[in-house]
């Protein structure tokens, strides 16, 4: 059973509740119940497809931010083998909230890098949700730049609603921080492969995404703010905002990967269990690791000048000039 469940769930859950109760009732007792059990499940599978075919930017952005969603180091120990994880910024500290570390992907030696936001109220707060401050962008930097050294692909996996936006993290150079990473990332003369797995959160995602190769899970959200702090700036009220607002907000910014493709921000899709990923982790996983395969032979071929060009150009063509 899935512990949590989103309000447009409901009906999912109480149905599952309800195959849960009958499944018990049977268990070692004479009750046969499985011809109820099974017309439930396929009631189930088909609500199941219907609504998560049809779900809204809102809801969409809901079901990235799912606390049974998996995060970087659950992908990470799914389909790397080797993984040792590597601190600090070597300036100031070892920010948690971001991790990295060398390891191999199907016979590929890569360095892996993501955000991590934590689950339970104090792994959440030991991984200050999700939100990284300078010295995690820089560890990021000291990583990627390994990789470079040593010819190794970078693989980042992208899930965090900003970077740290407190008092600390400006006084130590937020934005500068970032801003180096874009800088560094557009130049870094090995493979640059980028996944956002949940939220891809203004430039905290886009510190860990310029790439030469990005892709989205087919219900993660990419966008330069939150619904709520976009309906916070547009539709400025006396009283609370609603969820209304924010499902304006979320479909006016075009954040989820179906937009962002039609777009050409994004390279592709990769697709998720119905119900999202959290319903079968290994076969998100699975579909992960073959399409960052699929993309290191393809990027490992070319020159390191090559690869700085052509990601020069594919940034320049983003966006609609006239």
């Given at each position: ?6 309000e ?9 509740l ?23 499940e ?25 606390p ?17 994880e ?8 070892d ?20 955000h ?47 970077a ?7 006084e ?22 980028s ?85 079968n ?9 073959a ?7 393809e ?16 940034l ?7």
């Open positions: 059973m899935i512990k949590y469940y989103l447009f769930e409901k009906p999912i859950q109480d149905l599952e309800k195959i849960e109760e009958l499944k018990r009732l049977s268990d070692g007792k004479d009750i046969n119940l499985s011809g109820e059990v099974k017309k439930l396929k009631r189930v599978k088909e609500m199941r497809t219907e609504i998560f075919s049809n779900l809204t930017p809102w809801q969409k952005t809901l079901l990235a931010r799912h049974d969603r998996p995060y970087t180091l659950d992908y990470i120990t799914l389909i790397a083998e080797d993984f040792v590597l601190h600090g910024d070597r300036r100031y500290a920010d948690k909230s971001i991790v990295g570390g060398i390891g191999k992907i199907q016979g590929h030696s890569v360095v892996i890098i993501g991590q936001k934590g689950r339970g109220t104090k792994e959440r707060i030991y991984r200050n949700f999700g939100q990284p401050n300078p010295e995690g962008y820089r560890k990021a930097l000291r990583l990627m730049e390994l990789a470079e050294k040593f010819k190794k692909p970078v693989i980042t996996l992208v899930d965090t609603p900003g740290y936006p407190g008092l600390g993290a400006e130590r150079g937020q934005a500068e921080a970032i801003a180096v990473n874009l800088m560094a990332m557009s130049r870094l003369r090995t493979p640059l492969i996944v956002v797995i949940g939220e891809g959160g203004s430039g905290g995602a886009l510190a860990l995404s310029v790439a030469d190769r990005l892709y989205m899970l087919e219900h993660a959200v990419y966008s330069v703010i939150s619904p709520e702090g976009c309906a916070a700036i547009l539709f400025r009220k006396s009283g609370d905002l609603s969820q209304e607002d924010y499902s304006r907000a979320a479909e006016a910014l075009k954040l989820t990967s179906q937009d962002l493709l039609r777009f050409r921000i994004i390279d592709d899709i990769i697709p998720e269990p119905v119900g999202g990923a959290h319903r982790v290994q076969q998100t996983a699975e579909n992960i690791g399409k960052i395969v699929a993309a290191i032979e990027l490992s071929v070319r020159t390191p000048g090559k690869l700085v060009e052509d990601r020069y150009k594919r320049k063509k983003i966006g609609s000039f006239a």
